[in-house]
């Protein structure tokens, strides 16, 4: 298959064009380097010379993506672009709903406009918002209530999708969408050619990696009085490499006309405190930690229910075991610790 990847120089989606090459698929990168690196796509053209090409393009610039689609004949998008930082999304409401809303709109345009069919894209359990207990572990039945911009701006998403399903149905044109709402994404290429290289970064694991390493002094927990055993927050980490062969999952499962949820997850948590003792553990190195306040819209437990997507798909997930997903995000930190270097990913 052809495939457009978009957001394919940042984390999951460079992991997602490393997957798609091994498969035998061509991939066409278009990012706008906001958040990614030329260097992770250029690690990626070097691992398959002639199978990626690179476009730095907006996902906003519609005729543009509709003229690339057509003149490398995709057959399906992959969907990663997006701005993805809650506390940001709750800042500068407007700037998420235009990158990651309107901007899905302008690629689903553009695939409609050349004709593409298949598209998969990168939902979050953020848009579930803060789920009753009972309701946890999440299946893809429970409610959607997002408690953020961010999660609204990605759940909108999901309708248009829908409606675009809808419509591609009643007018008889093949399209078949499926939307994957990932739990916490972590780890690394477990051969050491990609990593997770966020700047700020704002994710558990690899802020300890940071402070294990030295390049943070010490770290915060916010919030030790959670109704959970040790009373710090737990979440349902899924390995990168265990995110991206679902993603293979769907593509290749994807006939006209469908419309899928997928909850992408292990279905068993962890808590900030066993995270934290499992980098001490891997690295073996100390991490200090200082006790903060609860923050706004942290929900105590989200895992999720991955039952459908297993009993569909036969998905399973190969790292369920959170030191073997830390051990590989750690190899790449360790060899590279300036990330993708000091000049990449310094933000638009
Ligand atoms: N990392 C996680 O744990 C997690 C969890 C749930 C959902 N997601 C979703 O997965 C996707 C990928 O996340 P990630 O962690 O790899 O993020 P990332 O920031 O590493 O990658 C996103 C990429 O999209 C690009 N991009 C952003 N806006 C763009 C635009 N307008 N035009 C073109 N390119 C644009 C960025 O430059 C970057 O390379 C996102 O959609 C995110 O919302 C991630």
């Given at each position: 298959?052809?495939?457009?990847?978009?957001?394919?120089?940042?984390?999951?989606?460079?992991?997602?064009?490393?997957?798609?090459?091994?498969?035998?698929?061509?991939?066409?990168?278009?990012?706008?380097?906001?958040?990614?690196?030329?260097?992770?796509?250029?690690?990626?053209?070097?691992?398959?010379?002639?199978?990626?090409?690179?476009?730095?393009?907006?996902?906003?610039?519609?005729?543009?993506?509709?003229?690339?689609?057509?003149?490398?004949?995709?057959?399906?998008?992959?969907?990663?672009?997006?701005?993805?930082?809650?506390?940001?999304?709750?800042?500068?409401?407007?700037?998420?709903?235009?990158?990651?809303?309107?901007?899905?709109?302008?690629?689903?345009?553009?695939?409609?406009?050349?004709?593409?069919?298949?598209?998969?894209?990168?939902?979050?359990c953020a848009t579930y918002g803060e789920p009753p207990v009972d309701q946890v572990p999440i299946a893809e039945t429970c409610g959607q209530s997002p408690v953020?911009?961010?999660?609204?701006?990605?759940?909108?998403?999901?309708?248009?999708?829908?409606?675009?399903?809808?419509?591609?149905?009643?007018?008889?044109?093949?399209?078949?969408?499926?939307?994957?709402?990932?739990?916490?994404?972590?780890?690394?290429?477990?051969?050491?050619?990609?990593?997770?290289?966020?700047?700020?970064?704002s994710h558990l694991l690899p802020i300890c990696l940071e402070v294990a390493s030295g390049k943070r002094e010490s770290m915060t927990i916010f919030g030790d009085?959670?109704?959970?055993?040790?009373?710090?927050?737990?979440?349902?980490?899924?390995?990168?490499?265990?995110?991206?062969?679902?993603?293979?999952?769907?593509?290749?499962?994807?006939?006209?006309?469908?419309?899928?949820?997928?909850?992408?997850?292990?279905?068993?948590?962890?808590?900030?405190?066993?995270?934290?003792?499992?980098?001490?553990?891997?690295?073996?190195?100390?991490?200090?930690?200082?006790?903060?306040?609860?923050?706004p819209g942290d929900p105590p437990m989200l895992t999720a229910n991955p039952d459908r997507i297993r009993r569909e798909l036969g998905f399973e997930a190969r790292?369920?075991?959170?030191?073997?997903?830390?051990?590989?995000?750690?190899?790449?930190?360790?060899?590279?610790?300036?990330?993708?270097?000091?000049?990449?990913?310094?933000?638009?």
């Open positions: 298959m052809n495939v457009l990847v978009s957001g394919g120089a940042g984390y999951i989606g460079s992991h997602a064009v490393l997957r798609l090459v091994e498969n035998g698929h061509q991939v066409l990168i278009v990012d706008n380097l906001s958040r990614g690196h030329r260097e992770a796509a250029a690690v990626l053209e070097s691992i398959a010379p002639g199978r990626v090409a690179f476009e730095d393009c907006d996902i906003l610039e519609t005729e543009r993506l509709a003229g690339l689609m057509t003149s490398h004949r995709c057959d399906a998008v992959l969907h990663f672009a997006a701005l993805a930082y809650v506390g940001e999304s709750v800042e500068q409401p407007l700037r998420y709903y235009r990158n990651n809303t309107a901007g899905a709109l302008s690629l689903i345009q553009a695939a409609e406009d050349a004709g593409v069919g298949r598209f998969v894209f990168s939902s979050t953020n911009p961010y999660g609204w701006s990605k759940l909108m998403v999901e309708r248009m999708l829908i409606d675009r399903a809808g419509q591609a149905r009643a007018g008889g044109s093949p399209f078949a969408f499926a939307a994957l709402r990932y739990f916490n994404v972590a780890g690394a290429d477990p051969e050491g050619r990609l990593g997770e290289d966020h700047r700020p970064e009085d959670y109704d959970t055993p040790d009373g710090t927050c737990i979440r349902d980490y899924v390995h990168v490499i265990d995110l991206v062969n679902a993603h293979l999952l769907v593509l290749e499962a994807l006939e006209p006309g469908d419309q899928r949820f997928y909850n992408i997850g292990v279905g068993r948590g962890y808590s900030v405190l066993e995270c934290i003792e499992a980098c001490r553990r891997v690295t073996g190195h100390p991490i200090p930690v200082t006790m903060g306040a609860r923050r790292y369920t075991n959170l030191d073997e997903i830390i051990e590989t995000a750690w190899r790449w930190f360790q060899a590279n610790p300036q990330g993708y270097g000091p000049e990449a990913g310094s933000g638009r």
